[in-house]
């Protein structure tokens, strides 16, 4: 048996600076990629808590995106060796020295953003499992994660429901309530209605009593988006979204637009919005390069504004809404993590309805 010893070995101090639950393992399986586009499952050292860490048992990994990114080392090259996965939920089995908040044995999910607090417009966040540190994500049997990313699971979610949130959970709180700022009767277009997390924006939308209006590329999504309290449906592929939108709302335009595809997007987007109102986007998944009309901004007053992962706090209210069984995640569909390069695939094609979930294998 061959382990890779990329992952420092721990200093006697620092075994013994660390409480557990009975005997952890010196090895583990991981998502593991050494070169770019080569994603292997396979084994590695067990990582050991720092004096404010706390080492988990992974139950379940939620993909997102970033996991596509990563794989593609584009637009942004991450450490390699990689391990992905900036999403999880899990058992602690190991705590630091000075981690008081939480002991061995309870059941947390992870917020994405390292440092937890970053600043108050949440700048300075690197996201855990993609361009944070090497060897560190949440695709594999156990994760070193500092205590202050971790908060209880909510106890009406599974392990899979609870992976699938964190970072679209805290994501779309930011950007539809933070600053969005989403209220009783606006008129929210969101793109990608469907997905990991447009399925939650529409949810949000339902909350605050506002109309979703979801555009996704299918029947079958649409109709899924209806399920979760889309009040209108939009398919951009057979319908006309600008004619589609007019008859909604008329000349008026929406209040927001959940803006995250990017580049194929934003003018449409910026043309359906509203005197003053606001396109808040998220992401570029479509392309970062975009060539927009000016004069829908300054001459209509419209709001362009950028916006990234929420902060703990904004997650620790998303999570309140969770736990009263306003929001749940959409989950298309759970794979062992020796298929995670199938589960990335169906995240590039557009080809899930909500999160792909990856789970240890049970060998």
Same mark, same amino acid.
């Given at each position: ?27 583990? @399986? ?39 990114? *990563? ?28 981690? @008081? ?32 540190? *090497? ?7 156990? *994760? ?11 106890? !009406?979610?599974?392990?899979?429901? *609870? ?10 709180? /930011? ?59 939009? !398919? ?10 007019? !008859? ?46 000016? /004069? ?19 997650? /620790? ?21 020796? /298929? ?8 590039? @094609? ?14």
């Amino acid at each position: 048996m061959v382990v890779e010893t990329w992952m420092q070995a721990p200093t006697t101090k620092a075994v013994e600076e660390t409480k557990a639950t009975g005997s952890l393992p010196k090895t583990m @399986k991981a998502v593991v990629m050494e070169q770019y586009g080569h994603v292997l499952w396979k084994e590695v050292l067990t990582p050991i808590p720092g004096p404010n860490d706390c080492l988990i048992e992974i139950k379940a990994g939620g993909c997102n995106y970033n996991d596509v990114w *990563a794989r593609k080392g584009a637009p942004l090259e991450v450490a390699l060796p990689h391990i992905f996965g900036s999403d999880c939920a899990g058992i602690v089995r190991a705590i630091g020295s000075e981690v @008081k908040a939480f002991k061995p044995g309870d059941e947390v999910l992870n917020h994405c953003g390292i440092p937890a607090q970053g600043n108050p417009e949440g700048q300075e966040h690197l996201i855990w499992g993609f361009d944070h540190a *090497a060897m560190t994500g949440g695709h594999a049997q156990y *994760a070193k994660i500092p205590a202050e990313n971790l908060m209880p699971k909510p106890a !009406n979610l599974s392990w899979e429901e *609870a992976a699938a949130l964190p970072l679209v959970l805290v994501t779309v709180w /930011r950007q539809l309530v933070t600053k969005g700022g989403i209220k009783p009767g606006d008129y929210v277009l969101i793109w990608g209605a469907a997905g990991g997390i447009g399925s939650i924006a529409v949810q949000v939308c339902k909350m605050f009593h506002a109309h979703a209006i979801a555009i996704a590329s299918s029947h079958d999504k649409l109709e899924a988006c209806k399920k979760l309290g889309a009040d209108y449906l939009i !398919n951009r592929k057979t319908q006309d979204i600008g004619k589609e939108v007019r !008859n909604i709302v008329g000349r008026r335009g929406v209040d927001i637009v959940f803006e995250h595809p990017g580049q194929q997007t934003i003018n449409t987007s910026l043309r359906l919005v509203k005197w003053g109102g606001k396109v808040v986007i998220s992401g570029a998944t479509s392309g970062y390069e975009a060539t927009i009309d000016l /004069r829908h901004i300054f001459f209509r007053q419209v709001q362009l504004i950028g916006c990234t992962l929420g902060t703990v706090e904004e997650q /620790r209210q998303a999570l309140k809404a969770v736990e009263m069984g306003m929001i749940k995640p959409l989950v298309h569909t759970v794979l062992p993590m020796s /298929r995670a390069n199938e589960a990335y695939s169906l995240i590039e @094609k557009d080809e899930a309805m909500g999160k792909v979930v990856l789970v240890p294998d049970s060998c």
